[in-house]
């Protein structure tokens, strides 16, 4: 039985003609019935419950909504009207400036207010079709108006919301108040003062509590700065006083790193503190006038306006980079963030608020991929490369079913008896435009993108396979390496998939070398670490690629259960002539030996590296420094087909380099 005393769920109305964008609305909106604890907090602070006493009540905000769809301006008017003839009136509506077809977004307001003029809207717009004095000229001055740009993140979409709620019901509860009254002053005139008197006192309350949960719509509750939706408020703001002043403006992407590290090592009320003091230091490399913003997680916002030169900006950035990256000492721990800094300068890079934000995030995601502390400016070209990188994504996700993606095999040689011990299949894309591309340009692209996972079951199948071809046809038995990342590893049903495909081509599991990076397969995954250890209960041999060239942990390496170690080809390069390179790679591989584990000197590309591995065997045995080796010296990649050719003419006579009559 429902209880008559309970608040129905607050009306709102989408004006759209997408359906999507309804959706989008929807999922929002359902994802925020269960109010976050600071803002239940907040809520209860700006209005506590009071009982007893004439005219006293419990101010509610539905903590849930009941959001009915529009596709077009007619249809919205005519839910608009029939809601307030039933007496359950909308309290908040959403509509698109473009709502073909029929009215268009403002002349659909007009109409609906004049339907009900206590209606709170939001005027959806991703164009700049209409300014803000077109705006207020149609539809006139009203605080029951704000203006969302698309694309619009998730909180700027809850936090108007309840803010336009609360307004909408504060509006509807004083309208009753003032009605209560009059009745009252007429029935009771005696008690008139002390009734007034609580009057200004409600609507004082309930002033500050607008003021508030404004500015909780506009700032970050857990700095206290600005977040998006006041930043962008502030950007068009300055960028009206630079044209007017003939002056500059600039705004910065500040972010930090190792900021995910802090809150797993040490915890989110760490993480929390640190913000609070980032904050801080980035207020002391501002003047008054600039303003600072947090656009969410590690990643705030400078905004600086009046600049005589744009080269003032950068002096700022370099402020707040040597601010940011002495260490913080927060919560008893000396924590260090260094930032990534990104930086754009109005009117040189762009000509309104929304291009300036674009261009400086473009200059903090090149900060991003330097392992130091940085600042990037923005160019030209970064647009150009970022136009350059989305289109390669887009028509990466294609490439697997559009059979664009090649394997090519390069030999891996037994150093003692100079036969082959292993191929290694090496990813290639055949690009209808841009020819055979290699790993190195496409493959991040698709660890960023999650294309990988698709791409990587497609190279592990074909790989496998290829094997099973050979083994029909002649080839002696040899191992099989495919390159795999963290990302598959981690993905559900990996282990499934190589069961699966080893199954199908009868591909012995212990001819299946899997090589990670060494950063992916030394990590602190515990999903990976349980994966790795599967995957070697089924014989599967598990390589380091690149060994060296990260940050190893030399428990995690005893503790993964690894076969295989490739020692980086930096420390090959100059192995002939540096001793210390000579040195690195000797005792690299004496510890993997010691593990149990097959050395694989990679990168061997002349006669005068493959002469220094040899020297560096035991003078006593004989047995050389490393078990196999890798290079262009010894067998280049090639297709398929070129290397079924290689494969059998290797069968018999193994490499002429590695031949025990090779001088």
């Given amino acids: 039985m429902t209880d008559p005393t309970e608040t129905p769920p607050l009306r709102l109305l989408i004006v759209d003609d997408d359906p999507w964008i309804h959706d989008d609305f929807r999922k929002i909106l359902a994802a925020s019935e269960a109010k976050p604890p600071s803002l239940e907090s907040i809520e209860a602070a700006l209005f506590p419950s009071q009982e007893g006493g004439v005219g006293t009540t419990k101010t509610v905000v539905q903590n849930s909504f009941r959001i009915d769809s529009a596709f077009d301006g007619e249809k919205a008017v005519q839910l608009v009207q029939k809601a307030r003839q039933q007496g359950h009136p909308f309290g908040v509506a959403f509509v698109d400036v473009r709502t073909p077809p029929g009215l268009d977004g403002i002349e659909t307001i007009s109409r609906i207010w004049r339907a009900d003029p206590e209606l ?310 055949n690009h209808p435009e841009l020819g055979l591309v290699l790993p190195a340009k496409f493959v991040p692209s698709a660890e960023r993108s999650g294309a990988i996972v698709p791409i990587g079951a497609w190279v592990l199948e074909t790989a496998c396979r290829q094997m099973a071809d050979w083994s029909c046809g002649g080839v002696p038995p040899i191992a099989l390496a495919v390159n795999v990342s963290a990302k598959q590893i981690a993905s559900p049903g990996f282990l499934d998939l190589v069961t699966r495909v080893l199954g199908e081509v009868s591909l012995d599991p212990s001819r299946l070398e899997l090589e990670l990076t060494e950063s992916a397969a030394l990590g602190d995954s515990e999903q990976c670490a349980g994966v790795f250890t599967q995957l070697a209960g089924l014989g599967i041999r598990l390589a380091i690629d690149d060994f060296g060239s990260g940050y190893s942990s030399l428990l995690r390496l005893r503790q993964t259960p690894i076969s295989v170690v490739k020692i980086d080809e930096f420390f090959l390069r100059d192995i002939g002539i540096d001793s210390r390179d000579a040195t690195i790679v000797r005792a690299v591989a004496s510890m993997a030996r010691g593990l149990g584990m097959t050395v694989v000197a990679e990168g061997v590309n002349t006669v005068d590296q493959l002469g220094a591995l040899r020297q560096l065997g035991g003078t006593a045995t004989g047995a050389p420094v490393c078990d196999r080796v890798q290079g262009f010296l010894l067998g280049r990649p090639l297709p398929a087909p070129e290397s079924t050719t290689v494969l059998h003419q290797l069968a018999g006579s193994g490499s002429p380099w590695l031949r025990s009559d090779t001088p």
């Fill in 120 to 429: 709170q809207v939001v005027l959806c717009t991703a164009y700049s079709d209409h300014s803000w004095i077109d705006m207020v000229s149609a539809l006139g001055n009203s605080d029951s108006l704000l203006v969302l740009r698309k694309p619009f993140d998730a909180i700027e979409v809850l936090q108007m919301t309840r803010a336009l709620a609360r307004q909408w019901v504060l509006a509807r509860e004083t309208h009753q108040r003032l009605a209560d009254l009059e009745r009252l002053v007429s029935e009771q005139s005696r008690e008139l003062d002390s009734r007034s008197a609580e009057l200004r006192a409600q609507v004082e309350r309930r002033t500050a509590a607008e003021s508030a949960l404004e500015h909780l719509a506009t700032h970050d509750a857990l700095t206290g700065v600005p977040n998006r939706v006041r930043l962008r408020e502030q950007m068009t703001s300055a960028l009206s006083r630079a044209r007017r002043h003939g002056s500059y403006a600039a705004l910065l992407i500040v972010s930090l790193g190792q900021f995910k590290e802090v809150n797993s090592m040490f915890g989110r009320g760490t993480g929390d503190e640190l913000l609070r003091s980032v904050t801080a230091r980035l207020r002391s490399c501002v003047r008054a006038s600039d303003a600072i913003a947090r656009m969410g997680g590690d990643e705030f916002a400078v905004l600086l306006e009046d600049l005589v030169q744009p080269d003032e900006a950068a002096i700022v950035a370099n402020r707040v980079l040597a601010t940011c990256t002495a260490s913080f000492d927060v919560c008893g721990h000396s924590v260090l963030t260094p930032p990534s800094i990104g930086l754009a300068v109005f009117p040189n890079d762009c000509s309104d608020p929304e291009t300036l934000l674009r261009c400086a995030d473009l200059a903090a995601m090149h900060a991003k991929r330097s392992p130091q502390a940085t600042i990037r400016t923005y160019t030209d070209g970064m647009l150009a490369n970022s136009h350059e990188r989305m289109k390669l994504r887009e028509r990466l996700g294609r490439a697997v079913e559009h059979n664009e993606l090649e394997l090519w095999y390069q030999p891996l040689f037994d150093l003692r008896t100079g036969s082959v011990a292993a191929v290694e299949a090496l990813l290639r894309w």
